[in-house]
């Protein structure tokens, strides 16, 4: 496959303001960010909140359409919502923003699992806000659940009742025989779009064995019937995507992912990493995708039958 679809996770809700100046938090950030990051080749935005007084993650719906609108108005890019959120809301919360929002795509994690953030709170001396300490450190006794109940509940109410085709976060190679097991429940209909996560702590390792032997079990699962894109964490960033797109997969940049555009330097704009990936993937052959052909690729509905 030549046409390869970079997504960019514009913000997410790992990182905190302390780590990098350039996080986006507020929704003129957020919003600049996405725009520039869609004009620079990126044909899927994901996009979480952040309050935007301090920065800590958010499900508040009024916080997410401050930005989608404007983001919409302003791209033709597809606009992929998480249902993740943070490890620390409920379910519902996780919901709402998605429910009223009704995307195109949605993210949807395929297993419960621990989420450790901690060790990056070793690493911070200078805290912007009173809440990032305790958040990062408390993660050492943190469940990020996403049980077969939710998972169904998520599948059928942005999915069977409002159209949304699905990211599907595999953490693990168990998240995928997860996938299959809705599949044959029929709760989930191709083409699949997987994302492949490596390096966060209680997932897979960032290792180059981990990408092949995922990508072997899921054409054992799924057959021609799904597309595989990478996301790895930190520094194993751009080394892993780009095995992707060799592989023939698809890729994920952003600073939801990485705060850095190489060693010991922080990137200054999620568009800094778009750019940067995409010279890499058409130095290999790959033809950038467009927001139309993803919405042919993968089925949407369609930006104007959202309610951003």
Not at 71 to 76: E, G, L
Not at 218 to 243: C, E, K, N, W
Not at 258 to 287: D, P
């Amino acid at each position: 496959m030549s046409k390869i679809i970079i997504t960019c996770a514009v913000t997410g809700s790992i990182h905190t303001p302390s780590m990098s100046p350039y996080l986006p938090i507020t929704p003129d950030q957020i919003t600049e960010n996405a725009v520039d990051a869609a004009e620079a080749g990126a044909a899927i935005l994901h996009l979480h909140a952040r309050d935007p007084v301090d920065g800590r993650p958010s499900a508040a719906p009024e916080h997410f359409m401050a930005f989608l609108p404007r983001i919409k108005q302003a791209s033709d890019a597809v606009l992929n919502i998480t249902t993740g959120g943070s490890a620390t809301m409920t379910l519902d919360q996780r919901l709402a923003a998605p429910k009223q929002a009704a995307p195109e795509m949605c993210s949807l994690n395929m297993g419960t699992m621990n989420f450790a953030l901690y060790p990056a709170a070793a690493k911070i001396t200078d805290w912007k806000f009173d809440w990032e300490k305790p958040f990062l450190e408390g993660s050492d006794d943190l469940v990020f659940k996403n049980t077969p109940r939710d998972m169904a509940h998520v599948l059928d109410q942005m999915g069977t009742q409002r159209g949304a085709k699905f990211e599907f976060e595999c953490y693990d190679i168990s998240h995928l025989y997860m996938l299959r097991h809705f599949k044959d429940r029929g709760l989930v209909q191709g083409p699949l779009f997987i994302q492949f996560v490596f390096g966060v702590l209680g997932g897979m390792g960032p290792d180059p064995e981990n990408l092949t032997h995922m990508k072997l079990i899921a054409d054992r699962l799924f057959g021609d019937d799904y597309m595989f894109s990478v996301l790895a964490a930190g520094r194993h960033q751009m080394p892993l995507i780009t095995m992707s797109a060799i592989l023939g997969g698809h890729v994920r940049v952003g600073l939801e992912d990485s705060l850095m555009i190489s060693r010991g330097v922080l990137a200054r704009s999620n568009a800094e990493q778009v750019v940067k990936i995409r010279g890499i993937v058409e130095a290999l052959g790959r033809t950038v995708a467009t927001p139309a052909e993803v919405r042919e690729m993968l089925q949407l509905k369609g930006a104007d039958r959202t309610a951003m």
